[in-house]
């Protein structure tokens, strides 16, 4: 973003990179599930690579000539980028934590109480017997929060958008307030375990302290000059109380280029632009490849990403449906009063789910039974709307918004279907197109962004790779093409980065946190 310090490198990569990456060969991309045990020497290489995402993460391992990626959840390669913690402080990760959360709130009922709020932190807190960074040298600061008593565990995602967070952000688990390493460890302990377990018995590798090539963003979410050291200091905390002693950090946009150069080494004499569109974040970088290294010449990134488009679906699909529009009327001293239902009240709340439960106060409920009680056409939106409310539908929301995403990448059409709020719809991808119009103009202005940054025309680009999740939205991908016809190659959208990151670890380019805070 323009007058922002970025996390980006300029330079060429060392010699050792060369004559080991760019070698004529026909590099493989491995599941250790089918490869066998290929690796009986434990004194092999190895390159270790973490694609910790807003949405979802992988990780990968190189020996010099094969990537292969680790399986993270039982049956998946990617795992989803979230931590449930129940009311006894059990922790679940990945699908398991998503489906421990959806478990326990089914068919339940939202009840408010108020108590006395928080802690701050005057000390950095210790390890505890859970694997979690615990609170340590406290004092009290009162106020007034509502907690849901029938809660039985809380469900945490996206949290890397908040990293970049000026203050030091604590979310409230029950009674007790945690810190975002406290969040982010576990998910990272249950990545190192899925890498031991690979290299033990896939690899035959024994390994006493582990080593990896963290991914980043090229700018994090926030708005403070800081927020890149920040949120990196909070990465590699977070990492380190995950057991992994040696970090080095390197740009998601440029392991995602590494990934593509290392399975097509043959090219040569290219101008490549990499575009990595995930959960969180729009990353983009240029480079041009030569025989034997490749130079960065720019790279450029802002908050865009799956997140926000969720939440625009959200204000533009649902919210209609919910009431936002609406009028409603009031006896005032001497005559009724008509105005619009104060929807906007409610608005923040509902988009972000983790704390949308605190709708469930007098001050929004007792407006809309007011409005319900018209018993007109409207009523039946602000009925919904209660439900919503009452039964803590927000998440349930996003999961449907999420799946009528993803089918409009490749369908015409699709259906909505919300049982649980009487909602059943069809949408079609123009009209997604159009709901998301000024987030697609970020993303092309972006774009044009960076080439004005790096003084390069369209035409001198020669290939495009496109990479993350929101990339194969078909209104991204047009832009794209319009932009740079038969240039844009779709390329590994989730795990592009991850192996990327194992490549940069093993040829050592990543730099460690301290030459990474030097560089901002």
């Known amino acids: 973003m323009a007058g922002q310090r970025q996390i980006g490198y300029a330079c060429t990569p060392r010699n050792s990179f060369r004559n080991q990456f760019f070698a004529n060969r026909s590099p493989t991309t491995m599941n250790y599930r089918s490869s066998g045990k290929s690796?009986?020497?434990?004194?092999?290489?190895?390159?270790?690579?973490?694609?910790?995402?807003?949405?979802?993460?992988?990780?990968?391992?190189?020996?010099?000539?094969?990537?292969?990626?680790?399986?993270?959840?039982?049956?998946?390669?990617?795992?989803?980028?979230?931590?449930?913690?129940?009311?006894?402080?059990?922790?679940?990760?990945?699908?398991?934590?998503?489906?421990?959360?959806?478990?326990?709130n089914e068919g339940r009922t939202v009840e408010l109480s108020s108590e006395v709020l928080g802690e701050q932190r005057t000390a950095t807190g210790q390890i505890g017997d859970r694997g979690l960074p615990e609170e340590a040298n406290t004092e009290k600061v009162y106020g007034q929060s509502f907690i849901d008593a029938g809660q039985e565990g809380r469900l945490f995602r996206g949290v890397k958008r908040l990293l970049g967070n000026h203050t030091e952000t604590r979310l409230m688990v029950f009674d007790r307030p945690f810190r975002l390493v406290a969040v982010i460890t576990p998910l990272l302990i249950k990545i190192k375990t899925s890498i031991s377990y690979f290299l033990k018995h896939t690899l035959n590798f024994e390994i006493h302290e582990?080593?990896?090539?963290?991914?980043?963003?090229?700018n994090f979410e926030g708005s403070n000059e800081s927020k890149n050291i920040r949120a990196l200091t909070l990465?590699?905390?977070?990492?380190?109380?995950?057991?992994?002693?040696?970090?080095?950090?390197?740009?998601?946009?440029?392991?995602?280029?590494?990934?593509?150069?290392?399975?097509?080494?043959?090219?040569?004499?290219e101008t490549l632009l990499a575009v990595d569109f995930g959960g969180g974040t729009l990353d983009l970088c240029?480079?041009?490849?030569?025989?034997?290294?490749?130079?960065?010449?720019?790279?450029?990134?802002?908050?865009?990403?799956?997140?926000?488009?969720?939440q625009q679906m959200f204000r533009e699909i649902i919210f209609p449906m919910l009431g936002k529009g609406e009028r409603w009327h009031r006896d005032g001293e001497d005559r009724k009063i008509e105005t619009k239902f104060p929807f906007e009240e409610y608005e923040e709340l509902l988009l972000n789910w983790t704390v949308s439960y605190i709708l469930n106060q007098n001050r929004y409920t007792t407006p809309l039974m007011?409005?319900?009680?018209?018993?007109?056409?409207?009523?039946?939106?602000f009925r919904r709307l209660y439900d919503l409310i009452k039964n803590n539908h927000s998440y349930l929301i996003f999961q449907h918004l999420k799946e009528?995403?993803?089918?409009?990448?490749?369908?015409?059409?699709?259906?909505?279907?919300?049982?649980?709020?009487?909602?059943?719809?069809?949408?079609?991808?123009?009209?997604?197109?159009?709901?998301?119009?000024?987030?697609?103009?970020?993303?092309r202005d972006a774009l044009i962004h960076l080439l004005k940054k790096s003084k390069i025309h369209p035409d001198d680009i020669d290939s495009v790779i496109r990479t993350g999740g929101s990339s194969l939205i078909p209104a991204v991908k047009k832009i794209l093409d319009n932009l740079f016809p038969e240039k844009v190659i779709e390329h590994d959208p989730f795990t592009s980065v991850a192996k990327g990151l194992a490549i940069a670890n093993y040829n050592k380019l990543g730099k460690n946190l301290n030459q990474k805070t030097e560089t901002l």
């Open 39 to 104: 690796h009986p020497n434990s004194h092999i290489k190895l390159g270790i690579g973490i694609d910790y995402g807003t949405s979802n993460s992988a990780a990968a391992v190189y020996d010099g000539q094969k990537v292969y990626l680790i399986q993270l959840d039982d049956d998946s390669i990617v795992m989803p980028s979230a931590t449930y913690i129940d009311r006894e402080f059990k922790i679940e990760t990945g699908q398991k934590a998503i489906d421990a959360y959806i478990q326990s």
């Open 370 to 381: 007011q409005r319900i009680e018209i018993e007109d056409n409207a009523s039946v939106k």
């Open 210 to 218: 582990l080593h990896a090539c963290i991914g980043h963003p090229v």
């Open 286 to 310: 240029i480079l041009k490849k030569g025989r034997h290294n490749f130079e960065v010449v720019a790279t450029h990134g802002i908050g865009l990403g799956g997140d926000h488009i969720d």
């Open 235 to 269: 990465l590699s905390e977070a990492y380190g109380y995950a057991d992994f002693k040696k970090q080095t950090f390197y740009p998601e946009p440029i392991a995602a280029a590494i990934s593509y150069l290392n399975e097509y080494p043959t090219t040569i004499g």
């Open 404 to 443: 009528i995403k993803v089918r409009l990448s490749s369908e015409e059409f699709a259906k909505l279907d919300i049982p649980e709020l009487d909602i059943e719809i069809i949408v079609t991808r123009s009209e997604l197109e159009k709901n998301i119009t000024h987030l697609l103009e970020k993303f």
